[in-house]
């Protein structure tokens, strides 16, 4: 399977209902968006970003070759485009941070997450790690992946088309209403928080001083949006595929959901999310996935999957290839010898052979003449011949009987090889009605 063929087949994943659309444009698809993307990252402006962000989800729309994707993953760009930008808004239409709400609604709760956010040690600190630190980040890949190459292309543009959905909500929510953290309210209490400040690592600090090192103190002091408390994306992801999941796989559902419980007490352990945030992911999450579900039973996807496809298409390569080689060999068979300078006394078998071998082959069938395609024919006189009995069961006929039973010649019969010529060679008009000659076996 060339090269090609595989990238435009995974590009048109979720738009796969014609996997023989030719790829005309993906060189042109290619380098506009990669001058998008390098246009981005080079633009300091908020505005600027939007506006090449539009344009160029609206210029993938227009080529057929990546439109069922671009559609996927528009809200993932716009997720992504609001979060990564978030700090380069114009301070005049950001709003006031409110650090009072949520403390008082943990406070109603019966302060839940300072249970957890107390009795620190390095065991809890790597254990709160791996889920909040890691598989948050991994697990939409890992769950994509394998949506891709173990389902239907509609199950993939479902759950990634909502999942973006909901950190759409999610992030338009904390830009709305800017909330602290808990480890806010850990240094800071409740005194007015500005713009200025920047994120924490929380707890995740700890693990950058047991291994050394200063990833997550660059990454949360760096965060575009540290004031982002609610509605808790770590617990909407993790709900959103566990959700998602457990529609697939129904009795899995107890191990779905222990990670999510991993993820909520990781959060609140780290100091990262109130209870309270936590529940505010959870609705976002079930009203998202909801509608991953519901798209998923309406439409009922029918593509076929990627292993389906990719099959699908390497044997359109196949029946390509023969179709040439047929064409081929039948201008050779009509080509190779000039009427004026055919050999002369090969007569009526060399007109004979020349019928058998061409790509069409004559069946003589109940005093009729058909055509029978030579793929699933050519190949009979070197194989057993199949028929059934009552009970609709193949038995296996051996050529050499079946031949010579329809021949009407004697199982035991001495005739030659040329004899058996003879006999086929005679006009279709003499030959008994029920001789197959593709079928016919020489001795």
């Known amino acids: 399977m060339k090269f090609k063929d595989n990238i435009y087949l995974l590009l048109s994943y979720t738009n796969a209902s014609d996997i023989k659309t030719k790829y005309p444009n993906i060189k042109s698809i290619a380098i506009i968006n990669i001058i998008g993307v390098i246009l981005y990252f080079i633009i300091p402006s908020f505005l600027a970003k939007a506006i090449i962000t539009i344009l160029l989800i609206a210029v993938n729309y227009c080529f057929k070759e990546i439109r069922g994707i671009a559609i996927t993953f528009t809200p993932v760009v716009i997720w992504v485009l609001l979060f990564s930008t978030a ?237 040439i080689q047929r064409r081929k060999i039948h201008s050779n068979n009509h080509n190779s010898y000039p009427i004026s300078e055919k050999p002369k006394g090969l007569g009526e078998q060399r007109e004979m052979e020349q019928k058998f071998t061409t790509a069409d082959s004559t069946v003589v069938n109940g005093g009729s003449i058909q055509k029978e395609d030579s793929s699933s024919s050519s190949h009979n006189e070197y194989y057993p011949s199949y028929d059934q009995d009552p009970k609709g069961n193949n038995k296996i006929i051996s050529n050499n009987d079946k031949d010579e039973d329809s021949l009407g010649i004697p199982n035991n019969s001495n005739l030659d090889k040329m004899s058996v010529i003879s006999i086929v060679d005679q006009p279709p008009n003499i030959i008994n009605n029920s001789i197959d000659i593709t079928n016919t076996k020489l001795k």
């Open 87 to 323: 700090k380069d808004i114009p301070m005049d239409w950001k709003r006031p941070i409110d650090v009072d709400t949520l403390i008082n609604l943990e406070k109603k709760f019966g302060s839940v997450s300072f249970k957890f956010y107390k009795n620190e040690n390095v065991f809890f600190d790597l254990l709160a790690w791996l889920p909040y630190g890691i598989f948050h980040y991994l697990m939409p890949f890992i769950v994509g992946i394998y949506l891709i190459f173990f389902y239907k292309p509609g199950y993939t543009s479902a759950y990634v088309f909502f999942f973006g959905i909901m950190n759409v909500a999610g992030v338009l929510t904390q830009l709305a209403w800017p909330t602290s953290p808990p480890w806010y309210y850990k240094k800071y209490g409740t005194n007015a928080a500005t713009y200025g400040m920047h994120g924490d690592p929380a707890g995740l600090q700890r693990i950058d001083d047991l291994f050394h090192m200063n990833f997550y103190y660059t990454t949360f002091t760096g965060n575009p949006l540290p004031w982002g408390a609610w509605p808790s994306l770590h617990s909407g992801f993790a709900v959103y595929s566990a959700t998602f999941l457990t529609f697939l796989f129904p009795k899995y559902f107890l191990i779905f959901y222990l990670y999510v419980a991993w993820i909520w007490w990781a959060t609140m352990y780290l100091g990262h999310h109130y209870f309270i945030d936590l529940l505010g992911g959870l609705i976002y999450a079930l009203v998202s996935v909801s509608g991953s579900i519901l798209y998923i039973i309406i439409t009922k996807p029918y593509h076929k999957d990627y292993n389906e496809l990719k099959t699908i298409l390497i044997q359109e390569d196949i029946e390509t290839t023969n179709i």
